[in-house]
């Protein structure tokens, strides 16, 4: 909607500088990470929560939909607006507005990006757990709403584990604070509620996160494995004996040989698998640790054991996980990265049919996940200029959730949901259970117009 | 407005334009995109705008788009953590060109006059350029701009004259020509023959740096010829989108350079070093000068590249010096060069290097961007500064002459007395320093 009254208003509550309209402004948001694409009416940057609440009356006024937008590295579609939409960017609402060391929270608002705030806590010792890989761009309010995670969420969990109290603009322009510096609070969880809601239930304006002391030594391995199934076992293994690695995180050939052609890391390019393992913590007994979880990986199948004796080797060692994403986009023009989850213990079931259908569509898989998780990440590679091959990709994709939802997983273990598996909601849940977050949706935003048509399929019948 | 898309010579690929995968790793390397926040003013938004034109969906001679493609520093940033591999400058600097060649672009009458001038009618000439200098020189010695600086006359004039005089440096006393006469006595038994690049901004206001650059090399068993006829690399054209100038220029050179049966071709200015080695790309279908192109990309070096391929003579002299050492753009993200010249300033007895934060973000100063830009370069430098200043060490070494400006006329305005130097400046002197016991 680009009418002149409608203009006048938003150029009442924002200064030209902060209000984008033009026809080349709007084609730089019609995207975000993925291949999905929606032309907005028009873009504003917010700079404080009064900005945001006029916004959202006068949305409800007008009947324009609306939609957050982080840094736009989304990979299902989130920040995608409605057609003529309203795409409402956080970046200039990006600072760091309290750091509280006695009762280790941080207060931002929602456009900081996590390395930003990682980087203001180091010099107190401190810092902010999760670490998508997307961590240097990617916003604390696109984290949230994503419900984000990384390497190190198995041990420290992902981003919601970290969130302990926002403001949230409500779709009527109700300012809402909830949970805060305290520990805990009484009724709903509502930051919970609003936390992976993909920014369909309100717009959050500030962000009290809990923060965590740096450990204080790390230790870090790498296991060689000839085996997939092996490496798979393993990470139960170590995992069943006690041991809580601060990551566990697990390669495929494919992803091995791809990057070594591209950042040369040092990883056996004819080793079927590997796992990168750290420990991080007291120093006191850390070895002794690490030489366990070693043993274990041997007498699991590991045909050699790499540990890191110097920062260089251990940076060496990271590079490789850390490319591994670059490394596979530089072979083909898109890369998909599925997204699911599993019962650690059933990787490596999963793993074997995930490869089963690969090879089915004909499509190279190339595994790069959080395994101590069971986050799996089959990247498949193509181009989606050619139409064809998009489509089989998208049905291996499919086929790959019903496979963790099969095993007792889910569709999406980090990604979201999305515009992308919208549909695919259908094979995790049941009509009743949609139904009832419509019926959460309706009550938080009964217009529809809060990043409208994302995560609920329409549901036959009716809500 | 009719939608008028790419055509003519330097049309951008679109199989490269193709290349980028939307991911956004790119965002936050931008100094565009850090300052203003705004997605059209980044890699990927300036990607996407592109591939508007180049599908249709926006118009070559839209005002917006020249607004944030003329927005861009060119300083590669964005190449180097691109994980898909774009080539953005080659990207960028076909799109320049396209929009310097449609005549209904969306620059002003006075930009336009500022690129013919500068970029058309002085650069190229080294005569014209040597008595422009001339001119400055007069200007700065007389007195002159002391009383210009006084009244605040410029602050009164269109265009941005106040910041291009700020920027004025020091004029060299006596500017470097590519002649015998400069060049060193060459070492009883060479073990390399190399040519100077000597460069024209380098000439005029760092003639020190070239003639530091040529003692360092002959120190090092080099004998150093400069051909005479040698002129502008054309990296400010190519940059701006001048491109046909800068293929005259390259011509020019590689027939200035045809006669030099050298090892090397060493050049001390990051920004032409980027250029030269790219010669080869710049006439890659120029039928009589591409092989020629090639050949001669291949050779050229940047002085510190050079220095720590070699076994580098150890200087005997001490500099109790606290140096930080600043990557240019188009050494570090352009060349890949980072080690070399710290290589270089380590080998240096006495000499501490301290590492700024961030120290291979740009400077802001990105050729003739300061001039056309001055707000934005403004606010990019500021980042820069207080990163340099946090280091509190004496010297900045940066190895390309725009960023030295920048930086040292961001010093001045502070009333800093930290000094900005080349690393081969700080070699030469620590080679002349007497030998510590
Ligand atoms: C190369 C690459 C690597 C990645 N690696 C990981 C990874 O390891 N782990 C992982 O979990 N993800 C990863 N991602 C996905 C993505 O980076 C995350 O989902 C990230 O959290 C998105 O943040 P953003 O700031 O880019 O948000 P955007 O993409 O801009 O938005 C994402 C969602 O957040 C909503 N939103 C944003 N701000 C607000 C707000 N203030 N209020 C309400 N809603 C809001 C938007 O509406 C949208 O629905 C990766 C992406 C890329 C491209
Ligand atoms: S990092 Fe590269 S691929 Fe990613 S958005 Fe930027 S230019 Fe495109
Ligand atoms: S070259 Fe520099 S200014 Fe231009 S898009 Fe890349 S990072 Fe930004």
Known sequence: MQTATWMRELGRIFKPE???TSRAEMLVYEYDGTIFREL????????????????????????VP???RGAGTGLSGGAIPAKNGLVVSFTKMNKILDIDIPNRRAVVQPGVINLDLKNALQPYGYTYAPDPSSQKVSTIGGNLAENSGGPHCFKYGVTTNHIVGLEVVLTDGQVMRTGGKASKSPGYDLTGLIVGAEGTLGLVTEITARIISLPEYTMTMLAVFDNLRKAAETVSAIIAKGYTPATLEMMDRNTIRVVEQVVKAGYPTDAEAVLLIETDGL??????????????????GAREVRMATSEAERELLWRGRRGAFGSLAKLRPNVYIADGTVPRTRLPDVLDQVYAIGEKYHVTIASVFHAGDGNLHPNIMFDAQDAEETKRV???????????????????GEHGVGIEKREDMLLQFTTEELALMHRIKKALDPEGLCNPEKILPVLTGGV | MTIKGFTGPDVPVYAEI????????CLPTCPTYRELGQEMDSPRGRIALIKAVADGRLSLDDPDFTLHMDRCLVCRNCETVCPAGVNFSHLMEDTRSQITRSAGNGRSIQERLLRFVILGQIFPYPARLRLLGGILRLYQRSGLQALVRWSGILQRLPGHLDSAEALLPQLSKDFFLPQPEEMPPPPVYPIRRVALFSGCIQSLIFADVNRATARVLAHNGCQVMAPPLQVCCGALHSHSGETD????LARKNLDAFAAAAVDAIIINAAGCGAMLKEYNHLLHDDPVYAARAEEFAAKVKDINEFLADLPLVPPQGRLEWTVTYQDACHLAHAQHIREAPRQVLR???????????????????AGIYNLVQPELSQEILQRKLGHVIDTHAQVVASPNPGCALQIQSGLRQKGLSMRVMHPVEILDRAYRQPAAN
């Open chain 1, 394 to 412: 998208f049905a291996a994709s499919t086929e790959i959730q019903k496979v963790c939802v099969a095993a007792g997983g889910s569709i999406t």
């Open chain 2, 245 to 248: 100038l800068a293929r005259d």
């Open chain 1, 18 to 20: 902060d209000l984008l």
């Open chain 2, 18 to 25: 193709k290349d980028c995968i939307r991911c956004g790793m």
């Open chain 1, 40 to 63: 907005p009416g028009a873009v504003v940057f917010p700079r404080t929560t009064g900005q945001v609440v006029e916004l959202v009356q006068l949305c409800r006024r007008a009947n």
């Open chain 1, 66 to 68: 609306y939609v957050a």
């Open chain 1, 283 to 300: 120093q006191d007994g850390q070895q002794r640790v690490m030489q366990d979880i070693s043993a274990l990986c041997r007498s699991s």
């Open chain 2, 347 to 365: 080998s240096i007895p006495g000499l501490e290097l301290i590492e700024m934060v961030e120290a291979d973000y740009c400077c802001g100063s």
